[in-house]
């Protein structure tokens, strides 16, 4: 997907196709998602749809024509009840209260993507405004940061908004451990061998520099750069020196917060950061799962056991924790479970496809906690798609 286009706004802007929209009947939440995908695979073949561009913000959602020249539909984000999507279909959709309609009928609204991962894209988008606009009405259940009020460390793409530790759960093989993963072989070498090794392997002190160094030789792949690279004793002189800087500017200026949450840059990022609720607090992550759909999940921190990662799911008797177990080879396995995998991106999208030995799938669709049942007519005024000209 690479990275999606974010203004000063903090508006994500994506492309595609509108299938359409029917109405959804009043039903309980778990009856609506049932319709919703029978009706979803019903129109799977439609060949009739309209090229267009959305425009995500905590706000809303807006339609426009393909040039993004003609506004054709919009919606207020608290009108917007539910996402969810599709991948095997390529297709996504919400559901949402259409202006000037009673309050009780929704309509779900159907696009058809330009393939799977386009169309979860655009669901982890839309899942991620209903959580920051959470965030903005609830700023109480924010989660708390355990170090002071400036950040240690610069937000990343890799903690854009949620723990390190989760961070490190999911994308940690890809750093060069060097054979120091369990099952690796080691070959017996002195300290004083080690220390010159990593010296002549990483030279350069400046990470600016030793980066374009690692990419112009070929050493690392795109995306795969870590902060691993300092040998222990030059990393912990550059800590010392970012903590007297640190403690400089304190002295200089009033304390900054740190870096709200927002709309990721990256699928990879965006993923994880809907995943653990980035930015709510675990026990309100954890009220919040279970008034939303079934199927829906948590990861998280496990409760019991800090050091390891669990993924709380709501099942048809409540939310479950299931502990994330690691195996001697390094991959995840999800308690109670045999199936092993490489990260937790795998195991996330197996079990949304395949039950195994879990009461039900994982679910795509997110429910808007911030949904306002009432419309306020001051506040939105209807915008109605425009009829398609004729060729005459």
Known sequence: MGEAPVREDSTVT????????FPVDDNCLDDQIKQLHTQLKSLKACKRRRPVSLKFSIKGVKMYNEDETILLMAHALRRISLSTARPVDSQFAFVAHNPGCPDTQLYCHVFKARHARAAQFLNLLLCRCFQLSYLEKHPEEAQKETAGSLPHRKPSLLNHGFPLSVSALVSFRRAPFGGLLPGTKKTPKSSDDQQSSQDEVFPISSPSLMRKKVIRTKVLR??????????????????????????????????????????????????????????????????????DVLGSYLLCQHPKKPKCGSLIIRFPSGPITHLIENTRKGKFVLEKCKTEFNSMAELIEHYTETEDELPCLLSYARVNHCYEWEENVSKQQPVKLQPKRSRN
Do not use: N
Not at 232 to 249: A, F, G, W, Y
Not at 261 to 277: G, I
Not at 281 to 288: D, G, I, K, N, V
């Open 14 to 21: 994506r492309s595609a196709e509108y299938v359409g929209s």
């Open 222 to 291: 795109s995306g795969a750069y870590r902060s691993f690279t300092f040998t222990p004793r030059k990393q912990r002189t550059i800590q010392d020196q970012l903590s007297v800087t640190q403690e400089k500017d304190l002295d200089k200026s009033p304390a900054k917060r740190s870096r709200a949450p927002s709309l990721a840059e990256t699928e990879e990022a965006l993923a994880q950061a809907v995943w653990c609720w980035a930015g709510i607090a675990t026990e309100s992550s954890y009220s919040l799962l279970a008034d």
